[in-house]
């Protein structure tokens, strides 16, 4: 067994250790906030930072479109700006959303560009930017259930659904060829989304009294959001449910129109329709998807919500600069209000895209352009 | 050596030579800390490549936003040693969490209440699932997948798929660090004394059993082997606290790793030193063998089922805790991360071989990668191949060295701190098949 001169020796050697880690303690600085920069106590009123910052961009899954061109145009705009970037998408989900976005304020980054997946999970993460000096751009998406949120850079979510809405009851004069009542279903998008109840309430400003006055009907009786939303924007989960209503409530009547949140759903619900042998009516959308573009030049979805993602990044790109400037931020045109804070917004207009005004929104598009012009 | 001349040198046959005695210490103390090696050499390649990989900072931020599939790892490993799997732990976390979240908005229940509500309902689902597992006798498989279903489906009927914010309590614990008291040392008091704690536990808990060993007679290894093994962990015990100590005030060892902490060396206790620990290594190792020495199997089973369903719904307030509130994509692939976790650190996939300690290692080694990925701007699909590669390697060196009849790596990870309950299994593939 070991001896005991040996124990104690080792004994001995441990309360040294101690000893000496405690002495240490003495000569230790605490720093006043995380990620090692010299950060300002105060956003908005900071005096700016330099050239070859990093500027963090943390985006949700890519699930279309234009998730791919945010992708490929912060890097570039934010370089031609003069900064670096990071653009990190969170496929996994919000816990890895969360991640990315601590790792970014480690890593230093002087100001957070959020598209976040649920805007109201992010508190704890954007509070931790907040003490770090950083400011905080919610991108496309508000973020809610925080106040820990600068400015917010958005398409008017509220005039995309009203557009939505209109771009049906036009699609269903043109082509329902018969006179109201009208058949309509409508779908939504994640309810975890912010925006996708503002697109609906939008659109149902201007169907609600259609339908309470008789011109619009709705056979499956969803008409409320919680019915008609689609988890996670997911384009199967929207085509089970139209699988489904079809066969439940269209087996002799006619479908006459389709409110869709986005293009995405809106070409899986085509396919859904198609399969059940009957022909498309009337279909919205959003977001410009070239697909989708093909189709409407075709005559086969109506209509779609043109939000070019090259003008949000501007704008973020546009409030990053003020931010370096050290100058006060102007180029926002009004205020959101997330529950907890009211945040400076810069609101951009969409644009109501059908196949008559198509070739000539997209004249400069190189990729939806040709494809406007029927040559995609 | 005194010591070596009194007990019999069970571990190297007799003329071996000075030399290959210290290299098969050596290599066989590597394996065991195998894992522990590759965290910290992981630690230390992104801290020279990003430089801020060990700011006291991140490192919290690595412990608060990975504890939930750690807790979850604390549950799964002892399902995975009863040789059973949890599919269900994500959804069940997510009913909980909405559970709670609604219990405090709507119900105005006062919330530490909610949250022990919670943990009812968690042990509930969990002895549900338990039910059909131990007494009908449906492969936990099978259970677990339909409760993954069973229970996102009422994640979305109770929150109707909104997200419901949660009250500053539960914040707390998903966010909160331990608080400062006492004089102003530099470093955060509360959690130097924890380090401390933790190093004389060490010292404790390795000399005695040692001189347990001597006195009944069972091989030790030489005495440097101790000593080293003492610096080594007593080293990383006090890396660790200066890192947690020093960060920025108002933060320090957070109150999640605290929980963590507590449920690892409760579970680690149990597993080792209780009977009913035993019987769950040996209804995983040997089933029948179990029926016929008298453990009753059903009771165990049951108790991991039930037991995994109390951890989810810890891991769920956690995690709302965190997120400040409760969503309806929550817990989606939680239960493939403590899955991945469990096995990173050893636990067999047929069962009996497994320890909690050597589980959150593997956790940890998960989300030191994803940190570190994350802080060099690797593109999160990339980081997702590399974790799938990972696993697939960690694994197979793991089978490798069983086949080889060499202990699994991390199984006897803890030998200096608890006895593994599958240690005279293992020793004798050891002087077996010499490589």
Redesign the interface.
Known sequence: ???VA??KM??AG?AG??GV??AL????????????TAASASSGASAGFKEGSLIGVALPQKTSQNWEDAQRLFPEKLKAAGFTS?V?????????Q???I??LI???AKVLIVGP??G?????QL?QAK?AGIPVISYDRMIT??PDVDYLVTFQPDKVGQLQGQSLLQGLQEKAGHPAPYNVELFAGS??DNNARIFFEGAMKVLQPKIDDGTLVVPSGQTTF?QV?T??WDPKTAQNRMDSILTANYSGATLDGVLSPNDTIARSLITSIGNAGKPIPPMTGQDSDPESIKLIADGVQYSTVDKPTVKQVDASVDIVKELAAGKKVDVTNGESDNGKTKIPTDFLDPTLVTKDNAAQVYADDPVRGPIAKGQG | MSTTSKVAPATTPAPASRARQVGELLSRNLRQFGMVIALILLLLFFQIKTGVALNPGNIINIIQGNAYVLILAVGMVLVIIAGHIDLSVGSVAAFVGVVVALLIQDWNVPVYLAMLLGLVVGAIVGAWQGFWVAVVGIPAFIVTLAGMLLFRGLNQVFGKSTTIPVPQEIIYFGTASLPEVGPNTGFNNLTVLLGLLGLVALVVLELRKRRNALRLGAPVGPTYALVTRLVLLGAAILVATYLFASAPIGRSFPIAGIILLVLVVLYAFIAARTPLGRHIYAVGGNRAAAVLTGVNVRRVNFFVMTNMGVLAAVAAIVFIGRSTSSGPADGTGWELDAIAAVFIGGAAVSGGIGTVVASVIGGLVIAVLNNGLQLIGVQADITQVIKGLVLLLAVALDVYNKRQGKPSIIALLQRGFQRSSTTPEHEQPRSATKV
Request: aromatic content about 6%.
């Open positions: 067994m070991m001896n040996r124990r080792l004994y441990f250790t101690v880690a405690l303690s003495g000569c230790s600085q605490r720093a006043g906030t995380d990620a090692g990071q990190q998408f969170a496929n996994s989900g919000v816990a890895e969360q991640s990315q601590s790792a480690t890593r230093g997946i649920d109201s999970q992010l508190g704890t509070a003490a259930n925080t309810p975890d919680q939303a988890q996670g």
